[in-house]
């Protein structure tokens, strides 16, 4: 179905485009060399337009969270980010696998079963559309002004490409790159009394996080799951990953690794970014406790190591990347560039308080480094007192 829906949505950005230029083209008349200049402008005004519609989309998420009562807790466009802690609003780096943008809102407070969420998931395709209409709405008269007015339509057609691509491509339910659309989360939250409660609880601690909070500051019954969790659905999973984040960070490391391993056992139902995530941490969790390094070579796939590669700005990316060369690769050099590497990350990353708990693994890596190299010392005195023993 990710690959289907990446076909069809391909397919809709290219008609879309291949028609505002064909429109654009046969009003302006250029000749032979003139349209190939149009042409260029034009895919570069597309570029343009699918950014301003970014920005517009997570601007109708802002806007329909306040009208719903929400409070800002960050705004990201691409991998720069905007987040209010107390009461200063500060810029961070950080990018979303499978998406272009993301506004976080802290939901009402306290929590009610009946509280507002149709409008915050609905507003920033809305918004696109609204745009997309407007901006057909102001053709008409464009067209009936001739063709010294062809400039406006270079202006006009993206937005308006960009805007219906957004806008449907958020608003049709789906998943596309292992992420569900704005669509698909209000599908389920209209069914499911248990998915908006969760849905709820997802956007607040995550508020909490970005305000500096941890994971191990919070009720343990806050991630209290079903006794036979459907893993398939989005915020079941979504609910599952957070509980796993609170059993690593309270220092459960044994319940962290068997909820994982849970969840990656339940099939290729679960979202493809939590597949991911979970299996990266099951491998450090692997390195650091149990120290299988035949598990941990089944674990690290291709496909793992390209997702690795796109997400090299995470702290807990190059926390990985330091506990593979200490402990399975025992290459030192490597290990000091992943740490560089990893307080650079920490520097703009927007989540401070994961950041205390990072460094605290960190350190868990150095104590199993310490533990292995007296694990080894210990063993090479054994055999050489066997050695001594044998020649007596």
Known sequence: MDR??????????????????????????????????????????????????????????????????????????????IIKRDGKYLRKKFHLVGTGGQCL???????????????????????????????????????????????VLLILNPLIVAGVYCGVTNLVPMIIGGVANDGWNLTHLGKDPESRR????????????????????????????????????????????????????????DEAADLAAEILRSGSGILQIYRYELTCESIFLELICQGRLDRVERLYTPELERYIKATDSYPHRQRLHYAMAMLYHHDEAKAAVALEQFKKACETYPNEGEISSEWESIGLVDCKLAEVKALAVQAEEEAEEAAQLKLL
């Not at 009003?27 to 597309?46: E, H, K, N, Q, T």
């Not at 807790?73 to 991998?79: G, K, L, M, T």
């Not at 609905?122 to 062809?150: D, K, M, Q, S």
């Open 198 to 253: 969760i849905l709820w609880l997802l956007l607040d601690v995550m508020a909490m996080i970005t305000r500096g909070g941890q994971f191990r500051d919070m009720p343990e019954e806050w991630f209290q799951m079903d006794p036979n969790p459907d893993y398939s659905d989005t915020f079941q999973a979504a609910l599952g990953v957070y509980r796993f984040n609170y059993l690593e960070d309270t220092g459960r490391l």
């Open 105 to 151: 809102m802290s939901p009402p407070q306290p929590f009610h079963p009946d509280y507002p969420y149709k409008l915050y998931n609905l507003a920033g395709g809305l918004t696109n559309l609204i745009i997309a209409g407007i901006c057909i709405a102001l053709v008409i008269p464009v067209l009936a002004g001739g063709p010294g007015l062809a400039w």
């Open 4 to 81: 289907f829906n990446k076909i069809w949505t391909t397919a809709l950005a290219a008609g879309l485009s291949a028609v505002g230029l064909i429109m654009l083209l046969q009003f302006a008349s250029p000749p032979a060399l003139g349209m190939l200049v149009y042409a260029v402008v034009y895919i570069l005004m597309v570029a343009a337009a699918f950014i301003f519609h970014i920005i517009a989309h997570e601007g109708g998420h802002f806007i329909g969270g306040l009208l719903s009562g929400y409070e800002f807790a960050s705004f990201r466009v691409f991998n720069i980010m």
